[in-house]
Nanobody, 124 residues
Framework: QVQLVESGGGLVQAGASLRLSCATSGRRFSSYGMGWFRQAPGKEREFVAAINWGGANTYYADSVKGRFTISRDNAKNTVALQMNSLKPEDTAVYYC?????????????????WGQGTQVTVSS
């Protein structure tokens, strides 16, 4: 069983930055692909970013490419999402997820474990 706890959300103005962090339990963290997803009110959950087990491969939604950066520290069992140049449309609950395999994936069905989410609100 893997437990995931997100932190770092908050209320910021457009153009600001936030750094989300996801702390995980479990000994096999380095074998999991990790992802960040988000869900805005009234919308379906959508892919944001993913990273493979070693951190060499990263994937981004077109809407965040160039603004967000996903990274991981396997020694600390954490994954982070650096969010720059935030826009009001980035407002959502952000979820960290751990996959059953070592590769990052854009599909939420490839992830077995999910955190509770952290709210990010960007005002205009």
């Amino acid at each position: 069983q893997v437990q995931l706890v997100e932190s770092g959300g908050g209320l910021v103005q457009a153009g600001a930055s936030l750094r989300l962090s996801c702390a995980t339990s479990g000994r096999r963290f380095s074998s999991y692909g990790m992802g960040w997803f988000r869900q805005a009110p009234g919308k379906e959950r959508e892919f944001v970013a993913a990273i493979n087990w070693g951190g060499a491969n990263t994937y981004y939604a077109d809407s965040v490419k160039g603004r967000f950066t996903i990274s991981r520290d396997n020694a600390k069992n954490t994954v982070a999402l650096q969010m720059n140049s935030l826009k009001p449309e980035d407002t959502a609950v952000y979820y960290c997820a751990a996959g059953s395999g070592p590769y990052g994936s854009r599909s939420d069905t490839d992830y077995d474990y999910w955190g509770q989410g952290t709210q990010v609100t960007v005002s205009s």
